[in-house]
Every structure is written in C-alpha cells, then in structure tokens.
C-alpha cells in the first residue's frame, strides 16, 4: 500500500522514528510549522511502527488550524517486510538504535507519486522555511541530495582512526571526502525507483553490519549521484574536531556554520542530554509544543538542570518537579 498524496502540490516531509523518539520530533516538526509559509502546502508523513495513540493524537494536533499542513502516520510493517537482522548498535558511540532509522531507504517505494521527498532526522530543529530546500535544489539525474559529514571526515584525516580504511576499503568509496549524512535529504523519488526498489535496499541493509546504518548504505548505493548541499541544512556542533580537516573542508564547514538553518542534535549534543549548542532553542519550541512533558519524562538521568538552558524557561514548580524526578 503506497503513500498517497493529500494535496494535488505538496512539499512532501518524512520523518522515521520510533514511539520513545516521537517526542523529539514533535519539536522538529513544530519547528517546521513555525517556519513555514501560507503558500505551501506541507504533508508531513511519520513513518512509525510503534506509535501510541497519544503521541499520535499529539502529533497530528500541531496542524489543527493550518488548511495547508497535513500530518499522518504510516506503519511500514503492516505492508513491508523489513530483515529482522538489521544491525542498529553504534559502534561509535556505544548505544543502540532501533530499525526505523532503515525506513528512510523505503521512502521511493512507499511515495512513488511523488517527484521529490525531504527527510528529516527527529533529533533536530528548523531555524527557516524547509521550502527553501525543496525548491533550490535540482536533483537531475541524482538519487540524493544532502551535506558532507565533516565530522565523521575528520576521523579520516585522525591519525589512527580506522575511519578512511572503512570507508574506502569495507564501503569501497572511491572518494571518502564526498561522504554525506543522512539527517536531511532530498530525495529523487522516480530515479531512485528506476535504479533500485525498497526489497533490494532492505536486502543489502540486512547483509552485513553497516558501521552507520542507512547513512553508510546511501553513501555506497548513490556513490556519484550525490549533489552536495550546503551544510547549515544538517549543521552539527563541532567539538574539536573540525582541527583535524583540511583547510578547504575547515573553510566551508565555518561557512556553513555561519548560515545554519538545520540544526542537527546528533550524538551527545542532545539538549534532553546536555546544554548543547543551540538548546535553547529547542526548549523554547518544546514548551509550547504537547509534548514538553513527554520530552520531560525522557530527560537524561545525568541531565544539569541547574546549569541547563530549559531551567530559565521553567516556574519554580517545574522546575522542582523536574529535581525530583532527576534524583531518584
């Protein structure tokens, strides 16, 4: 069962998450819908397995009011056979994630009336109209557009870091520099249907143990069908290691950062986790969102609320409230 349209002109938004993440991504698309414009219409499709009913009800209720943006959920295993052996542990940071971070290889085959997609991680925050992506980029013959993982390159410039050697010779990328997250993307639906159908991504997701997942699989199967976009579209935080790139990736990684208009909370620089970069604007569009208490309920049992960007957001009731269920 395919994924139908909802309005006749769309800009077409898909996340992938599970039910203890949807949360997170009602912030994002909150961010989405505070961005966007009266002449577009937004159809936002939620790719979920295990969504609950409230999450749901939630979630659809960020576009009451709004005529031109639609919200829905689609649950991939009531029509999709997806491996059971899909490996979802991080190797790199030690956790682990669950099979819908897989569901965005389904995209062309669940919306084939679609020309173009965006995707989005739910571990981040929109700081412009998501429009602007859709319409400047022009895919042509590309599977896939998104922005170089400067900081994944720089473990390949790390001396001792086995980053280069997996990804030239386990991927067998011929340029590791052209390597791109998977966080944002603008996806070419019918070319992508042309070249490659959702039961042989799925299959090729299950045969061996992808270091990062999707983002190695689209790295391998679009090599040299990639347009490159700019990085403020999926802009990470740098920790130090921006020191290790060359001067050219130095230049554009801060040119990028310059002009950020996603921002990616990707690994520790959670805000439910720690004060990042840019948290605070993630609790300014969480407390008005329904979900600022579900996003409570999954604060890191580490978390400084003290020292925090959510604790001047907060009445002295919350902000107790929250103290305590931290302590114990």
């Known amino acids: 069962m395919i994924i139908k349209k909802v ?33 577009d219409n937004y159809d936002i499709i939620v790719l979920c397995s295990d969504a609950s009913n409230d999450l749901k009800n939630k979630m659809v209720s960020l576009a009451n009011g709004k005529k031109n943006i639609s919200i829905r959920f689609y649950d991939v295993n009531k029509f999709f056979k997806v491996p059971k052996s899909l490996f979802t542990d991080n190797v790199y940071t030690q956790t682990s994630y669950s099979h819908e971070i897989y569901y965005r290889l389904l995209i062309p085959t669940l919306m084939p009336e679609y020309k173009k997609v965006l995707y989005f991680d739910g571990d981040m925050i929109a700081l412009t109209d998501v429009a602007e992506l859709y319409y400047s980029t022009e895919l042509g013959n590309n599977l896939i557009a998104s922005s170089r993982d400067y900081a994944g390159l720089c473990h390949c410039y790390k001396e001792g870091d086995d980053r280069r050697w997996y990804r030239e010779e386990v991927l067998g990328l011929s340029n590791v520099d052209n390597y791109i997250l998977s966080g944002t993307l ?4 019918p070319e992508f249907n042309k070249t490659y159908s959702g039961q042989k991504l799925m299959e090729i997701a299950g045969s061996m143990n992808w270091r990062q ?12 069908r990639i347009l490159l976009v700019d990085g403020g579209w999926d802009y990470l935080q740098d920790f130090g290691w921006i020191n290790y790139l060359p001067d050219w990736l130095k230049k554009e990684y801060n040119e990028s950062a310059k002009n950020v208009k996603i921002v990616h909370f990707a690994g520790q620089r959670k805000p439910w986790v720690n004060s990042s970069q840019n948290s605070e604007k993630f609790w300014e569009i969480c407390k008005r969102t ?39």
């Open 7 to 39: 309005f006749e002109e769309s800009i077409p938004i898909c996340f992938s998450v599970n039910n203890n993440f949807l949360p997170f991504t009602g912030v994002m698309i909150q961010s989405i819908i505070d961005h966007s414009n009266n002449k």
């Open 186 to 189: 603008v996806i070419n639906v």
């Open 213 to 224: 997942h999707d983002q190695d699989i689209l790295n391998v199967v679009c090599e040299n």
């Open 290 to 328: 329904p979900f600022f208490n579900d996003v409570i309920e999954r604060l890191d049992l580490n978390f400084d609320l003290k020292n925090s960007t959510l604790a001047p957001l907060l009445t002295k009731e919350e902000f107790d409230k929250i103290s305590k269920k931290l302590k114990q």
